[in-house]
């Protein structure tokens, strides 16, 4: 089964919600290949166990959001920069 990509404006509110802010035309730049994209021109992946932002130049993870019971986990260490 292939998982459904989708642009980052598929989660703007979820990050409205978690940054207070609107991201998706916030600048991210990607770790690994220091590409720049506003993050709705993100790869997303929302059909994972989370959601999962990869850079659309090289296909690294840039964001994974996970929800548990009590707590949301934000892990933003493929990012080099994300400008709020």
């Known amino acids: ?36 994209e506003e993050v709705a021109r993100l790869d997303v992946y929302a059909d994972c166990p989370g959601v999962v932002v990869r850079c659309r130049h090289c296909g690294d993870v840039l964001i994974t959001i996970v929800r548990g019971r009590t707590r949301t986990y934000v892990d933003l260490r493929g990012t080099r920069g994300l400008e709020l």
């Not at 703007?12 to 590409?35: Q, S, V």
């Open 1 to 36: 089964m292939s998982k459904r990509t989708l642009d980052g404006n598929a989660i703007g509110g979820l990050l409205l919600e978690l940054f207070g802010a609107d991201l998706t035309a916030a600048p991210c730049a990607c770790d690994g290949c220091g590409a720049r």
